[in-house]
């Protein structure tokens, strides 16, 4: 009876050669086969997407079969845009820019959340009469017209009692922020984390500070093509399996984990522990992601950044299936 065990084990070993390499463990088998190719566009100017970049570093992509090539962009927008003409398969951004193509009516679908962040901050000057947010009223605030911190001004604005038609906005860019600021080209500027310790030292005593988010966090998505994803469904559960990977490994090993950020974004230790609080660095799909882009879809109707006139039904932007595959605890949405 042994020998009739091996025998079929052997024959079958020997069938199976011609079609790949399979390596063989105590508990499970693993082709390891031709890694299939798949191109990810990243902002590379943020550290939020951290378990794309410790997906890569500890190799997990490749052990899932997978042939990752990161693509470095300067902003949301510009992934968005190749991964729509077609020239990468995956992108990571932030879940606005994805609701400004669903206005468009663009054929692209969220796959999963990969992580959480609250990074942005209103900076006043104190010369300028700033100590209350009452006193922003008809001041000049810098920020990066048409992207997200314009809606987190806005509903920080509604918070307060006022509207983003009581401050005039002054259009910059982000390299730009410290010296708008500093040399009082404008009144306040609405920041991210990065620049927000520049700008306080800048202004020294002369400033005031509020987070803006309001205590909504942004999110960090991958989303692709829909084409793309039906066609590659188990690429993409490979993927998602990667980054669930990623994540243990943040749990398991977080001072290795926040070194691999800091190498790969080369910041420094003091500015490693100021961001990383502000982090929720996760595999998820829930319920809040839909709540935030239908907050800020209405938003974007009653400012007029849109020529819809009624909301999209967000829920039809979001690929659910890899997530119920690989990771069904983490799928809250409706």
Known sequence: MKKNVVAIVVVAVIALAGFGTWYFTSSSITYLGTPESITIGNPSSNAVPALIYIADDQGFFARNDLNVTIKNYITSFD???????????????????????????????????????????????????????????????????????????????????????????????????????????????????????????????????????????????????????????????????????????????????????????????????????NYQLSLTLDQSLLIAMNDEGRWMIDNNLTSEKTLPYFRDYIYTKGMEKVKPEAVNIR
Request: proline content about 4%; aromatic content about 10%.
């Open 79 to 277: 992934v968005i845009n190749d991964l729509k003409d077609d020239k990468i398969d995956i992108s990571v951004t932030t879940e606005y820019t994805v609701l400004t193509e669903v206005f468009k009516k663009e054929n692209i679908s969220i796959i999963s959340i990969i992580g959480k962040y609250q990074e942005a901050f209103l900076v006043g000057r104190k010369n300028r009469g700033i100590e209350n947010v009452s006193d922003l009223k008809g001041k000049k605030i810098g920020l990066t017209r048409g992207v997200q911190g314009e809606f987190y001004l806005g509903r920080f604005l509604n918070l307060h009692g006022m509207s983003i038609q009581d401050v005039n906005l002054v259009d910059i860019k982000p390299s730009q922020y410290v010296d708008a600021i500093a040399n009082g080209s404008v009144d306040a500027i609405l920041t991210n984390i990065f620049y927000l310790d520049p700008v306080e030292e800048r202004l020294g005593n002369n400033q005031v500070t509020w987070p803006a988010q309001s205590s909504q966090p942004g999110y960090w998505v991958i989303s692709s093509r829909n084409d793309w994803i039906t066609s590659h469904p188990e690429s993409i559960n490979r993927l998602l399996k990667s980054l669930d990977q990623a994540e243990e490994y943040i749990i398991e090993h977080p001072d290795s984990a926040k070194a691999i950020v800091k190498k790969r974004m080369n910041y420094t230790d003091a500015y490693m522990a100021t961001i990383w609080p």
